[in-house]
T-cell receptor, first 114, second 114 residues
Framework: GNSVTQMEGPVTLSEEAFLTINCTYTATGYPSLFWYVQYPGEGLQLLLKATKADDKGSNKGFEATYRKETTSFHLEKGSVQVSDSAVYFCALNDLIQGAQKLVFGQGTRLTINP | EPEVTQTPSHQVTQMGQEVILRCVPI?????FYWYRQILGQKVEFLVS????????KSEIFDDQFSVERPDGSNFTLKIRSTKLEDSAMYFC????????????FGPGTRLLVL
């Protein structure tokens, strides 16, 4: 079945550092890919998405490019802030009859120190 | 901005007891979902619901689980006889329609079964 594997955490960086969180997937067909973020005490929020190969999703300075050849969707940000501290989830959509089911990676906890 | 809400935020129950987790999806959304996350593990799909019936369920969603939309606003997950291994964070999500891939998540209910 479809699956998502993402970088083990936790990840700790200093403010203004460059961030990469790796995500690879296994899927039949060409699912859409997502990054969700969970800030402390809150629900999962969509950060960005890409729906087809070579698409780049971007939001709040974060970017990820849908790479079909490497089955990857790595999350990057050029200069992180303390407010980016959260848990980041990579996911794909598994189209099922009548609805879309999200398949998640295990999450990566990111801590940014001032 | 409309959001998905869930109650309670935390629930502690004794093994064998019934629990009902409540969700209020975004008002014009048509598809509803439950996911769970056991501590330290991936977010897992449980069930999707559309037009007052289950669209899809995972193998986790056995006979002790049920979902219901009792009125025009609430969406509930019932666990009839809780087990220790049901302890997890339960997330509700909703999406506008089948073709709108973005699912909007609530903050979750943390269930602890003793």
């Amino acid at each position: 079945g479809n699956s998502v594997t993402q970088m083990e955490g936790p990840v700790t960086l200093s403010e203004e550092a460059f961030l990469t969180i790796n995500c690879t997937y296994t899927a039949t067909g060409y699912p859409s890919l997502f990054w969700y973020v969970q800030y402390p005490g809150e629900g999962l929020q969509l950060l960005l998405k890409a729906t087809k190969a070579d698409d780049k999703g971007s939001n709040k300075g974060f970017e990820a490019t849908y790479r079909k050849e490497t089955t990857s969707f790595h999350l990057e940000k050029g200069s992180v802030q303390v407010s980016d501290s959260a848990v980041y989830f990579c996911a794909l959509n598994d189209l099922i009859q009548g609805a879309q089911k999200l398949v998640f990676g295990q999450g990566t906890r990111l801590t940014i120190n001032p | 901005e409309p959001e998905v809400t869930q109650t309670p935020s935390h629930q502690v129950t004794q093994m064998g007891q019934e629990v009902i987790l409540r969700c209020v999806p975004i008002s014009n959304h048509l598809y509803f979902y439950w996911y769970r996350q056991i501590l330290g593990q991936k977010v897992e799909f449980l069930v999707s619901f559309y037009n007052n019936e289950i669209s899809e369920k995972s193998e986790i969603f056995d006979d002790q689980f049920s979902v219901e939309r009792p009125d025009g606003s609430n969406f509930t997950l019932k666990i009839r006889s809780t087990k220790l291994e049901d302890s997890a964070m339960y997330f509700c999500a909703s999406s506008e329609d089948r073709n709108k891939e973005t699912q909007y998540f609530g903050p979750g209910t943390r269930l602890l079964v003793l």
